[in-house]
């Protein structure tokens, strides 16, 4: 069987769904593939996870029409509270000596009354763009796995693994750090593992969490309270394989006796609701984000530490820059997948990609361990920056993806 598109994506995750429905929109045809149906990807199970969503990249999905979906299940962040501390229950902050508070309503004049982000489930996400990408009508092959890939001089012949082969001038791997596209273009990865795991779970809360976000680091590792709506929060912490391994097995009443060990009273009582999750740690950069025929999406292209939520952010920016490179080739009568266009795209990521993914690493360096001459350095630092108004307004709009040449859909405006 051949099926012809404009655009095949591997990978239908939140990264890949997103850059269909952009392409969809502009008129361009594209054809997501993946090993799992959206029915499944939606499940309570399937994924556990919250993400921080920068607010230009929220305006990237108003601008697509999701608002509706998406804004009864996104929490604004409106401050974000980093500490650092030997005990737990370091997130009440005030009292400790270094700390750092970003708060939304320095940067309002500038953000047009953004918070600091959106904290969303990212099964919320992925019904919002499961149903978006259905009503777009654009065709999603699934269950089916990438078996191989050929690049000719026009077009590109991916093969599936049921014998089916899809045809089109351009694939996009997105379909994570395992990505067959990224494999069979012949490019390479640098990383390496940081030998701890994330544990998540959801909790609700005795008391308002008021919309801040919490990042403190224990001689442990980091701990973050991710608010989310209805008073609840999302987990995030570090720990040893083992140790993650074993509190994901564990006993509700022994989780739950670590838990308040971690989490302190500050906000009161907390319930653990649903399932634990754990996620492997670790850093892995593409060491190209184009070949011929080929460009590279999200994880496929750039899987980072979640120390500061940006992993998903960056996917999120990837698409935006890659379906304005496309689309604008396309109404100019260009050749999609051709080197010329894909190294416009690879142009405008590589910088950001290469030195906000080298940022998180020396953050997750710097942090995640109980040296006590780094303890002091970070702790002097963040004392330092706390008490400098530009240096804080810079990381939030950073942070928020808000600095430098920002793609169309990034401002919030159509393709």
């Known amino acids: 069987m051949s099926a012809k598109a404009d655009v095949i994506i591997a990978g239908a995750g939140m990264a890949g769904a997103t850059l269909a429905l952009s392409l969809s929109r502009a008129g361009l045809t594209p054809v997501l593939v993946d090993p799992v149906v959206f029915d499944d ?6 994924d556990g996870r919250a993400s921080a969503i920068a607010y230009a990249a929220y305006r990237q999905w108003r601008a697509l029409g999701l608002a509706e979906a998406l804004d009864p299940h996104a929490q604004r962040i409106e401050q974000i509270l980093v500490t650092d501390s030997t005990a737990p229950g370091a997130a009440a902050g005030a009292q400790l000596p270094f700390f750092l508070r970003f ?4 940067i309002a004049d500038r953000s047009d009354g953004e918070p600091l982000g959106y904290l969303l489930e990212n099964r919320r996400t992925r019904a919002a763009l499961a149903a978006a990408v259905k009503a777009a009508g654009i065709e999603v092959v699934a269950p089916a796995r990438v078996a191989g890939a050929v690049f ?10 049921d014998g089916r082969v899809l045809s089109a001038p351009l694939v996009v791997g997105a379909e994570g750090r395992g990505s067959v596209i990224r494999s069979e273009a012949g490019i390479g990865v640098i990383g390496w593992d940081y030998r701890h795991t994330g544990v998540v779970a959801t909790v609700r809360l005795e008391r308002p969490h008021e919309g801040v976000a919490h990042e403190y680091f224990l001689p442990s590792g980091p701990f973050a309270i991710l608010p989310l709506t209805d008073n609840r929060a999302s987990l ?7 140790r993650a391994a074993a509190l994901k097995t564990a006993r509700p009443e022994m989780f739950q006796a670590h838990l308040e060990r971690r989490f302190g009273e500050f906000l009161g009582a907390v319930a653990v609701e649903g399932p634990i999750f754990t996620y492997p ?9 184009t070949a011929p025929r080929v460009a590279l999406l999200g994880d496929a292209a750039h899987g980072v530490h979640p120390i500061a939520g940006q992993g998903l952010n960056l996917g999120l920016k990837g698409a935006a820059a890659l379906a304005q490179v496309l689309v ?14 894909l190294e416009r795209y690879a142009a405008w990521r590589r910088f950001d990609t290469v030195m906000l993914s080298a940022g998180m690493d020396a953050f997750v360096r710097l942090f995640s361990n109980d040296n006590p001459l780094l303890r002091v350095a970070r702790g002097a630092g963040m004392a330092v920056v706390n008490r400098i108004g530009p240096a804080r307004r ?7 993806g ?3 040449d920002l793609p169309r859909l990034l401002r919030g405006e159509a393709l």
């Open 281 to 289: 740690l670790s850093l892995q950069l593409a060491e190209r984000l």
């Open 394 to 400: 810079f990381f939030m709009h950073e942070a928020g």
């Open 41 to 46: 990807q939606l499940a309570p199970t399937f």
């Open 328 to 341: 604008d080739a396309m109404r100019q009568g260009e050749d999609i997948g051709s080197a010329a266009v």
């Open 103 to 106: 708060d939304s309503a320095e």
């Open 402 to 404: 808000a600095v430098g």
């Open 152 to 161: 000719g001089p026009r077009s590109a012949d991916v093969s599936l693994a």
């Open 236 to 242: 995030v912490w570090t720990e040893s394989p083992a």
